[in-house]
């Protein structure tokens, strides 16, 4: 066995060899009433190496995922990782879901930042070095050079004797021995499990029923909850009664929930919590309940009068966000103009698990069980809430049944906590699919205006592009009306065509709801408007559309992200420019490969058209091509969508075209049927019936993903399939009917009737 | 409140329930069996579905105490040991990402194969209509469904070897 003090060595020397170690973990307090099934927390003794890697005496392996798993696969992937390095038996892995802890880093499961931002090389530096580790201790133990073993699958192994022995036999003296300097990675050609297929690692607990999702948690004595939120963004409670709500059997108290001023950030909207003995109940209790709700200034906010507020700020001239060549006096002198004007609305993430928490407060402390993306956020969230110290709240994080943006917000774990300091109790906060749509962080509203001119070649001289779109910032700071550069740097300033006069404007846009993200961000509206304006140009051009996006990105280079003409530095996903170029050569490469695995180009039978779009976003390169079918009544039917993303590297290859079919099917709701729009202040819809995402039928017939493996570094996954997919439908529609979509979602917008929405869902 | 009997995978059950209370609500509140997902309340998503009597019912829209005396099956009894051929199927493809919505697609796909040993894409269509699934899992759902219809017609075996599989690209 081994002291603290020996691992408090370790840890040191591992910090010194530049691995990303931190504080051992063995404090963190074990719940007694409900434990995790994937949460074990650290035993007495194990060797602890890393802060996401332990290894007991009979040579059990645990694993710490830092990130939340909500379908991206980040569980699998992290284990494949550090097993492949550690050479351990991935079938016999445990892995623990880490609580909020800054000893992981950053936590906040977003951005597709998962594997690319750090935790793959972290997880396969820290499993390589206790590989190694534990080859010097059998190499030591049969006094042999470490160079003649090897560690294969838990066991370390001589060949030359044909000895072996398991991990469990070498941990004690493993752990003794200084860290190996340098750590030396396996190369590709080694890896067992990186770049391969392997079962999801949750994949038998979902098949069964056994997975516990955040509306899964439950302790004893635990009190239920639903909470009627305010119906307009800043209003409050001015009265109600709440007699008859408590007369529903079950029902115990109502409870006001204080709401936070605007912009309110991440804290609750308010309102009154029915906490009752059964989720039934506390439903019911809420239908009885009288309020009058007090006037805020969103009260009169409407979707279509707001529409028409945009469209005029975007004809006016906006402010200056970049500034290259001379835009103004190109367009006068162009040989041929072009404008047009794109619209995408409001969009409600609608993950199929709607948001949960279950919170017990004792004292000053708060030990909270959710379905978060960002266990660390819920946890200053819930302390400032109750004004409690952060180092007093535990937050456990459940599986994500989806999440796509909205539980990176920890309004509903704040709410638990709240009203389980008051009621003395457990409380279980559910929310309705009514929540979920009407009170979440809706993704932005977005009005753009572009022009361009082409030259007598029909090559793009210039370049206006301005912006009307609440920003996200308006939900954490007041005056905030402009679309910032971080939002315009997902896809705007970044914009890889060769234009030498370009212009972008921001216009005002007030935000009169909370605004928030949604997958793939501000890249939603803002590559639909531009894939769908290149498209346009291309014809004015008389161009085939891939010829002339091949164009107009030119040769192949990296740009110089610095001479674009921004009024500020263009970002880049977090990233640095010198080590994620805007390549050039990858966008082609993705829009070749699209073009030639779809067939582009193929003749096709009337009312059919195939669309291109081609994106960059968080760090990957992705292009689609969507092959539509427009029935006489305007019903929309996809034969085919094919999408190429190169993210560099594929650490789980079959992981990552699932989240391509996945982000096509989504990208398509987008452009669709989806849409989230606002009467008098309230949304105008609830439910799935009206709230409408893609369902089986509607989903294209064949999806074909191809990978583009660039060797280039690793870029994200499960975002930036989103974005070209939905231009590309509305290019495909364009081709197929010689319609323009210029307003998502196509909706009714087809000559003759609607879109084809199955039976039953309306 | 009026007492409900029924039987949940075999076993028969006795629960206290008020009157107007969906059956979900009483199989994850009371029973603890949290394997059947709430997703939308009213019918539209199918994440809640269970069999009653082999029928596949949204069990949201489904009071307790119209199954009185029935047989109820949900993801917890639809195998011993998880190797219905759905489950295999599911397992073979990994159809899951996040897997909310999962138990009920198998349940709803699982009646379908009861019904309809070799159902067409048109078949499938009409059956899994009412489920959605948010991360979009479509794909693998069709072809798992074929792909179980496959293994059920050649009868049972063990679940897949959990190896990892190499893939062309
Ligand atoms: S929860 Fe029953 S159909 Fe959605
Ligand atoms: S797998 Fe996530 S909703 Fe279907």
Redesign the interface.
């Given at each position: 066995m081994t002291t603290t003090m020996e691992r408090r060595a370790f840890i040191g020397t591992l910090a010194k060899a530049g691995l990303v170690l931190a504080a051992t973990s063995a404090g963190v307090r074990r719940l007694e009433a409900f434990e995790l099934p994937h949460e074990h927390g650290p035993l007495a003794g194990e060797w602890e190496p890393s802060v996401f890697l332990r290894i007991a005496d009979d040579g059990t392996v645990t694993v710490t995922c830092h990130r939340s798993e909500m379908g991206q696969g980040v569980r699998t992937a992290l284990v494949m990782v550090m097993a492949d390095e550690l050479e351990a038996d991935y079938a016999t892995i445990q892995l623990d879901q880490g609580i909020g802890d800054n000893k992981y880093g950053d936590q906040n499961t977003d951005g597709s930042t998962s594997i690319r931002s750090g935790s793959y090389m972290k997880f396969r530096n820290a499993g390589a070095a206790a590989r190694m580790m534990l080859e010097q201790a059998a190499a030591a133990e049969w006094g042999v050079d470490a160079s003649a073993v090897a560690a294969r699958s838990g066991t370390v192994v001589h060949a030359a004797s044909g000895r072996s022995l398991p991990f469990a036999r070498l941990v004690a003296r493993a752990r003794t021995l200084p860290v190996p300097q340098p750590v030396v990675l396996k190369q590709p050609s080694q890896f067992r499990l990186i770049g391969k297929d392997v079962p999801g690692y949750d994949l038998r607990n979902v098949l069964t029923g056994k997975a516990v999702f955040g509306q899964d948690a439950s302790m004893p004595g635990m009190k239920y909850a639903v909470v009627l939120h305010p119906p307009v963004y800043g209003s409050k409670v001015a009265k109600y009664d709440a007699a008859a709500a408590l007369k529903v059997k079950g029902v115990e108290k109502v409870i006001e929930i204080p709401g936070a001023p605007m912009p309110s950030a991440f804290l609750p909207l308010g309102g009154l919590a029915v906490v009752a003995t059964s989720t039934w109940a506390a439903i019911e209790g809420r239908r009885k309940l009288v309020v009058t709700w007090g006037a805020s200034p969103n009260d009169s906010y409407d979707s279509v009068a707001y529409r028409a507020e945009l469209e005029a700020s975007a004809r006016a001239e906006g402010k200056k966000v970049r500034d290259l060549g001379d835009a103004g006096g190109a367009l006068a002198g162009a040989a041929r103009k072009v404008e047009a004007e794109y619209y995408a609305p409001h969009l409600a993430h609608a993950p199929m698990e709607p948001p949960a928490a279950v919170a017990k407060v004792t004292g000053d402390a708060c030990e909270t069980w959710t379905c978060t993306q960002n266990p660390q956020a819920s946890r200053d969230t819930i302390a400032a809430f109750l004004k409690i110290p952060k180092e007093k709240v535990t937050v456990h994080v459940t599986l994500l049944g989806g999440g796509f943006g909205r539980k990176s917000k920890p309004d509903y774990a704040c709410e638990a906590a709240f009203l389980s300091r008051e009621t003395g109790a457990p409380v279980k906060v559910v929310w309705t699919r009514e929540d979920d749509i009407q009170n979440g962080f809706p993704h932005t509203v977005s009005l753009q205006r572009l022009e361009a001119g082409l030259d007598a070649s029909g090559k793009i001289v210039a370049w206006r592009h301005r912006i009307a779109s609440p920003p996200i910032s308006s939900v954490f700071a007041p005056n905030q009306e402009y679309h910032t550069d971080s939002e315009l740097s997902l896809g705007v300033l970044d914009m890889p065509y060769e234009v030498p006069n370009v212009r972008v404007e921001v216009c005002k846009a007030p935000a009169h709801s909370r605004i928030g993200w949604y997958r793939s961000v501000s890249n939603v509206p803002q590559a639909f408007a531009i894939s769908c304006f290149m498209d346009e140009l291309a014809h004015a051009a008389g161009k085939d559309p891939v010829e002339f996006l091949l164009a107009a990105l030119g040769p192949e280079r990296v740009l110089d992200m610095t001479k674009t003409g921004t009024v500020n530095p263009v970002g880049n996903y977090g990233a640095k420019w010198e080590e994620h170029p805007n390549d050039i050569a990858r966008h082609r490469r993705v829009l070749q490969t699209v073009a030639k695995e779809s067939g582009w180009g193929k003749k096709l039978p009337r009312g059919e058209g195939m669309g291109v779009a081609v994106h960059r976003s968080f760090l990957t390169y992705v292009a689609s091509v969507v092959h539509v079918k427009v029935g006489p009544k305007g019903e929309v039917t996809i034969p085919r969508v094919d999408i190429a993303m190169d993210c560099g590297y594929a650490v789980h290859p079959d992981r990552v075209r699932s989240q391509c079919e996945g982000a096509v099917i989504m990208s398509l709701s987008n452009a669709l049927t989806s849409e989230l729009t606002y009467k008098n202040g309230r949304t105008v819809q609830s439910n799935y019936n009206n709230y409408q995402v893609l369902r089986m039928s509607q989903a294209p017939k064949h999806t074909a993903v191809h990978l583009v493996h660039s060797g280039g570094p690793l870029g994200g996954v499960g975002e930036p399939g989103v974005p070209p997919v939905a231009p590309a439908l509305a290019n495909a529609i364009f081709a197929a009917t010689g319609k323009r979509i210029r307003s998502l979602p196509v909706g009714r917008q087809l000559a003759g009737g609607p879109v084809a929405v199955p039976a039953g869902s309306r | 409140?009026p007492s409900v009997s029924f039987k949940v995978n075999g076993q028969r059950v006795n629960v206290d329930v008020?009157a107007?209370?969906?059956l979900l609500?009483v199989l994850?509140?009371?029973l603890?069996?949290?394997?059947?997902?709430?997703?939308?309340?009213?019918g539209?998503?199918g994440?809640c579905t269970v069999h009653v009597k082999g029928v596949p019912v949204r069990s949201c829209s489904t009071l307790a105490t119209s199954v009185a005396g029935q047989d109820v099956i949900?993801?917890?009894g639809?195998s011993a040991d998880?190797t219905h051929p759905v489950?295999r199927a599911?397992?073979e493809l990994?159809v899951?990402?996040?897997?909310?919505?999962?138990?009920g697609q198998?349940m709803t796909a699982a009646a379908l194969l009861a019904a309809n040993k070799k159902p067409t894409?048109a078949d499938?269509?009409?059956a899994?209509?009412?489920?959605?699934?948010?991360?979009?899992?479509?794909?693998?759902?069709?072809g798992a469904i074929h792909r179980a219809a496959e293994l059920a017609a050649a009868g049972p075996s063990r679940a897949?070897s959990?190896a990892?599989?190499?893939?062309e690209?």
């Open positions: - | 409140m008020p107007d209370i969906p609500w994850r509140d009371q603890n069996l949290k394997g059947t997902k709430y997703g939308c309340g009213v539209q998503c994440a949900t993801i917890e639809l998880g489950q599911w397992e990994d899951p990402q996040c897997g909310y919505c999962q138990a198998l894409d499938i269509n009409a899994m209509e009412g489920n959605i699934c948010r991360c979009a899992t479509y794909r693998r759902i069709r897949g959990g990892p599989r190499d893939r690209d």
